[in-house]
């Protein structure tokens, strides 16, 4: 079975190794103690606080799991080798929509990294496959939910 690499620039790695300290060292502790006392509240077939505390538990669990077998498949994006001849991962470019003459700035991240609204979006995007390996100047039209959208590349930076 392959696994799929994880695309992580390095703010992005630690961010995950954070998350999953925390998880390991603050949120088991606590899960374990609410386990505990839900205990107290008597039969387990109809405690709702013991289920709801073992449900937690599972998913605090379970994001574990996902966030060591993230880190184990993790490709690091080094900034020193991304590259601005063309659009790659870990690089920032700046779109012009090209009907609305408005700039768009847009770091491209993997997937998991990937935050709209920090204007980090992802290579799997509609927009970040559309512009992935083109150069500035090009002209790249993006199939959208509102219709196509023409963006020309302006820029592309570290």
């Known amino acids: 079975m392959h696994t799929k690499e994880v695309v992580l620039t390095y703010s992005g790695l630690e961010k995950l190794e954070s998350e999953l300290e925390y998880l390991k060292t603050v949120k088991r502790k606590e899960m374990a103690t609410r386990i505990k006392a839900a205990l107290h509240f008597g039969n387990l077939s109809e405690n709702p606080e013991y289920e709801e505390a073992k449900n937690q538990q599972a998913f605090v669990e379970g994001r574990i799991i996902t966030l060591e077998k993230m880190l184990r498949n993790t490709l690091l994006i080094k900034e020193g080798e991304v590259n601005t001849e063309a659009v790659c ?9 090209l009907e609305t003459c408005e700039l768009y700035q847009y770091t491209i991240v993997g997937t998991v990294e990937a935050d709209p609204e920090k204007n980090k979006i992802s290579n799997e995007s509609p927009v970040g496959r559309a512009i992935m390996g083109k150069t500035i100047g090009s002209v790249v039209v993006v199939e959208a939910p509102v219709g196509d959208i023409t963006y020309q590349i302006k820029d592309i930076k570290k």
């Open 89 to 97: 991962l870990g690089c920032t470019v700046i779109l012009k929509d």
